[in-house]
């Protein structure tokens, strides 16, 4: 009897619908993943000194939390983030906003010096004043009425023994405060754009610099020579023709660079010292005058502010110590911002003190 053997072979077969199962699911999945990768924000980093174009390596003692290459809108968005230029842009934009509301405040007093005069009078509390002595005070305190059936206002002048001076220097110096302010907060928070927009921006940050220092000089000349109108005109034409030629120079793209930093503070603060020559001369004009020293201490705390500034600036204390500990807060260029508001302040205060003493005296010899 033969025994016939049996050989079992087992054949297996590829899983081809498996497969095609599993390569279709994939592809879903990976489609899926792309159409959301669209849809999710980009984010951009914030990246550290030795990743930087050339261009932007300005202060190697900052390390960290630079933006490079970002879109406006990401820029714009970056104010209420942290990197390095947070600080250097909130310090200018609130003394933007600060010296904006100054020069409204301004604009407006008249008009409320004028409605407190119209109260005071109308309703005065002493018992004497009947209904007609009032209506008649308040018209008499009013500075413009209007004649409702013909729309037309007639001026009644006040009684007032306070001259008017003209007030174009001052808003001259609170124009110039504001365009330099605005020009830096909006220069740090978009130099992170582009080359071409990097260097327009801070061409124009050093603009708004000597725009500021100009202007500051225009009340000052304008009220302490009031009555010597050559001496106003021979000082004025003098700072403007500084800054003209200062304001060339930085528009080079040479001059821009850091290489340059401390010619830049060089021509600043050259032009900061030539109000020396009109203070010291403004001195000896007004000798007697009571609010000399009052006036002389705010222009010597402005003095002191920019010039403390500008050192921080040229030097880079205290990051140059540290380098990598004050990224965020604390460097350089942040104290610089902070001593320039604190400086144009002082200018303000100065220049209040000289317009209360024009607007009172005149050229008049003070008693």
């Given at each position: 009897?033969?025994?016939?053997?049996?050989?079992?072979?087992?054949?297996?077969?590829?899983?081809?619908?498996?497969?095609?199962?599993?390569?279709?699911?994939?592809?879903?999945?990976?489609?899926?993943?792309?159409?959301?990768?669209?849809?999710?924000?980009?984010?951009?980093?914030?990246?550290?000194?030795?990743?930087?174009?050339?261009?932007?390596?300005?202060?190697?003692?900052?390390?960290?939390?630079?933006?490079?290459?970002?879109?406006?809108?990401?820029?714009?968005?970056?104010?209420?983030?942290?990197?390095?230029?947070?600080?250097?842009?909130?310090?200018?934009?609130?003394?933007?906003?600060?010296?904006?509301?100054?020069?409204?405040?301004?604009?407006?007093?008249?008009?409320?010096?004028?409605?407190?005069?119209?109260?005071?009078?109308?309703?005065?509390?002493?018992?004497?004043?009947?209904?007609?002595?009032?209506?008649?005070?308040?018209?008499?305190?009013?500075?413009?009425?209007?004649?409702?059936?013909?729309?037309?206002?007639?001026?009644?002048?006040?009684?007032s023994t306070a001259l008017v001076i003209a007030r174009w220097p001052f808003f001259v110096f609170?124009?110039?405060?504001?365009?330099?302010?605005?020009?830096?907060?909006?220069?740090?928070?978009?130099?992170?754009?582009?080359?071409?927009?990097?260097?327009?921006?801070?061409?124009?940050?050093?603009?708004?610099?000597?725009?500021?220092?100009?202007?500051?000089?225009?009340?000052?000349?304008?009220?302490?020579?009031?009555?010597?109108?050559?001496?106003?005109?021979?000082?004025?034409?003098?700072?403007?023709?500084?800054?003209?030629?200062?304001?060339?120079?930085?528009?080079?793209?040479?001059?821009?660079?850091?290489?340059?930093?401390?010619?830049?503070?060089?021509?600043?603060?050259?032009?900061?010292?030539?109000?020396?020559?009109?203070?010291?001369?403004?001195?000896?004009?007004?000798?007697?005058?009571?609010?000399?020293?009052?006036?002389?201490?705010?222009?010597?705390?402005?003095?002191?502010?920019?010039?403390?500034?500008?050192?921080?600036?040229?030097?880079?204390?205290?990051?140059?110590?540290?380098?990598?500990?004050?990224?965020?807060?604390?460097?350089?260029?942040?104290?610089?911002?902070?001593?320039?508001?604190?400086?144009?302040?002082?200018?303000?205060?100065?220049?209040?003190?000289?317009?209360?003493?024009?607007?009172?005296?005149?050229?008049?010899?003070?008693?």
């Amino acid at each position: 009897m033969n025994s016939t053997t049996h050989t079992k072979c087992v054949v297996k077969r590829k899983p081809k619908e498996t497969d095609e199962t599993f390569s279709f699911t994939q592809s879903k999945q990976t489609m899926k993943k792309n159409l959301c990768d669209r849809h999710r924000p980009k984010r951009y980093p914030l990246l550290s000194f030795w990743e930087l174009p050339d261009y932007m390596k300005d202060n190697e003692y900052i390390l960290r939390y630079y933006r490079v290459n970002w879109p406006f809108k990401q820029a714009l968005f970056s104010l209420f983030r942290w990197h390095n230029e947070t600080i250097n842009v909130w310090t200018h934009f609130i003394g933007f906003l600060l010296f904006l509301g100054l020069t409204l405040a301004n604009l407006m007093k008249p008009r409320v010096v004028d409605l407190l005069q119209l109260l005071t009078r109308s309703f005065s509390s002493n018992a004497e004043k009947n209904v007609s002595h009032n209506i008649k005070d308040l018209l008499l305190g009013t500075t413009v009425l209007f004649d409702l059936n013909n729309e037309m206002p007639l001026t009644v002048e006040l009684q007032s023994t306070a001259l008017v001076i003209a007030r174009w220097p001052f808003f001259v110096f609170l124009g110039g405060s504001m365009f330099c302010l605005f020009s830096s907060s909006m220069c740090h928070l978009f130099c992170c754009h582009s080359h071409n927009l990097n260097m327009f921006l801070w061409r124009l940050d050093y603009v708004g610099i000597v725009v500021m220092i100009i202007t500051s000089f225009f009340p000052q000349i304008y009220y302490v020579f009031l009555c010597e109108p050559h001496w106003q005109i021979m000082y004025l034409a003098g700072i403007t023709a500084m800054g003209v030629f200062t304001i060339a120079t930085m528009l080079s793209p040479t001059l821009s660079t850091s290489k340059y930093r401390s010619f830049r503070a060089m021509l600043f603060c050259s032009m900061g010292l030539f109000g020396i020559v009109p203070a010291i001369h403004a001195c000896f004009v007004n000798w007697t005058n009571p609010r000399r020293n009052i006036t002389l201490a705010y222009e010597s705390g402005m003095a002191l502010s920019y010039l403390t500034g500008t050192l921080f600036y040229v030097t880079r204390i205290p990051e140059r110590w540290k380098p990598g500990w004050f990224d965020l807060a604390g460097h350089s260029h942040q104290i610089f911002h902070a001593l320039v508001v604190v400086g144009a302040l002082s200018h303000y205060a100065a220049t209040l003190q000289m317009l209360e003493w024009r607007d009172s005296f005149g050229c008049d010899t003070l008693p």
